[in-house]
């Protein structure tokens, strides 16, 4: 979890402000230890939905990673067949991300809905960060509008499922104004390789799923709305995905102070290469601002890397 403000969490230090420091090869972190029995007793109505809430936070911090370190390795001009794989992972990225941020939603409803609004929100209490991320979810999860957004279509349409009408529809779309590439990758490791035509199949399915009329399209005008595209589900994803986990990190840290833990053990944990780099560029692009230079671009979902250390 992250030090999401206070809490069990006071002995995670966060990295200071100011000068661009490159961001360190590990971070502190704590193993917090407690009875089971004690903090999610089976009688509780809050034990199954939370414990459903927490399985769905760690596959959306997964995810979210997933996606940071993918876009680090995407280079800003797409030259051969290493770089066509990376893009087709990256997408996949996006809509695993999509996905389990949807079911996040489910049972972050289903909480709200098996016990007492008043019972969650008062656990929050004096966490003003952790209560205002709880409402932006709220109203993203629980809107009328819901199946009608960007991250409700993408996990129906092509993240946990692969509906035929959507892939018929897209697919004649795309072939009728010439948007397909016929190619696949094959590799002596099958591991690698990648169905070249499906990735981009699958793009056109998500940029269909944010409102856009892909039958409007040109060549030349795919090539833009993809670009804007990739900034935009990053804008509109990964701020969910954060509130996500700060929310659910001190609701859980709440109830370890309030139920008690047995103990603690401190350690240190490696931070991944290419998500500090993702951190660092985000870092040097601000100091460039505030220095007057014109900023370099970062890889897509770099911003989310340096939001951590926030």
Not at 266 to 284: K, Q, W, Y
């Amino acid at each position: 979890m992250t030090n999401g403000g206070g809490g069990v969490f006071d002995g995670v230090s966060k990295k200071p402000r100011g000068k661009m420091i490159p961001t360190p090869a590990k971070a502190k972190a704590i193993l917090i230890r407690f009875e089971p029995l004690k903090l999610f007793p089976p009688g509780d109505a809050l034990t199954t939905p939370l414990l459903r809430l927490m399985l769905a936070t760690d596959d959306v911090r997964f995810a979210s990673r997933l996606m940071i370190e993918t876009g680090q390795r995407l280079p800003s001009v797409l030259k051969g067949i290493q770089d066509l794989i990376l893009t087709g992972e990256f997408w996949y990225s996006l809509r695993l991300l999509c996905s389990h941020l949807n079911e996040a939603g489910d049972a972050l409803r289903r909480l709200d809905t098996t016990v007492s609004r008043a019972r969650v929100d008062g656990l929050l209490k004096g966490w003003p960060k952790a209560i205002e991320a709880l409402k932006s979810l709220r109203a993203v999860f629980e809107s009328d509008e819901r199946e009608e957004s960007f991250i409700y279509k993408v996990r129906n349409w092509i993240g946990f499922h692969y509906q035929d009408q959507d892939i018929k529809r897209v697919f004649e779309k795309c072939l009728s104004l010439g948007l397909i590439e016929g190619a696949v990758t094959a590799s002596e490791v099958s591991g690698l390789a990648r169905f070249t035509i499906t990735d981009g199949l699958a793009m056109f399915l998500m940029i269909e799923a944010s409102g856009v009329d892909i039958a409007g399209l040109t060549a030349e005008s795919a090539t833009r709305e993809i670009e804007r595209f990739a900034k935009l589900s990053s804008d509109e994803v990964l701020p969910v995905s954060d509130a996500l986990t700060a929310f659910v990190d001190q609701f859980v840290s709440t109830l370890l102070e309030k139920r008690g833990h047995i103990g603690f053990e401190e350690g240190v944990i490696d931070i991944p290469s290419l998500v500090r780099s993702a951190r660092d560029a985000v870092e040097a692009e601000r100091q460039s601002g505030l220095d007057g230079q014109t900023p370099d671009a970062v890889g897509p979902g770099a911003e989310a890397a340096n939001r951590g250390f926030e």
